[in-house]
Nanobody
Framework: QVQLVESGGGLVQAGGSLRLSCAAS????????TGWFRQAPGKEREFVAA???????YYTDSVRGRFTISRDNAKNTVYLQMNSLKPEDSAIYYC????????????????????WGQGTQVTVSS
């Protein structure tokens, strides 16, 4: 089994930065394709960013240029650096992992992912 644990969320003012971490444990997940999603109150969970085992990255339009996804395979950890945060970025952020190095289906679909973390709250004040 694979466990994903997110950390790094918190309260920040608009324009500030946060770095989220997603630490994986259990079966070897060193190079699993991984994504970040977020869910705001009353809204569906939406795709934010993704990274393959080889390091290819993908972003939703609203965060491109502000957020950066990266991974440290030696630490079994994927990061989401979030800069220039806006109030509309406020949500619970979840990391999720596919069971392969490359995505087995669309990286933006929730159903592509086999493993999910419990989420970490990000609140951006105006």
């Amino acid at each position: 089994q694979v466990q994903l644990v997110e950390s790094g969320g918190g309260l920040v003012q608009a324009g500030g930065s946060l770095r989220l971490s997603c630490a994986a444990s259990g079966r070897t997940v060193t190079s699993y394709a991984t994504g970040w999603f977020r869910q705001a109150p009353g809204k569906e969970r939406e795709f934010v960013a993704a990274i393959t085992g080889g390091g290819s990255t993908y972003y939703t339009d609203s965060v491109r240029g502000r957020f950066t996804i990266s991974r440290d395979n030696a630490k079994n950890t994927v990061y989401l650096q979030m800069n220039s945060l806006k109030p509309e970025d406020s949500a619970i952020y979840y990391c999720a992992a596919d069971r392969a190095t490359e995505f087995t289906a669309s990286y933006a679909r929730r159903t592509t992912y086999d493993y999910w973390g419990q989420g970490t709250q990000v609140t951006v004040s105006s």
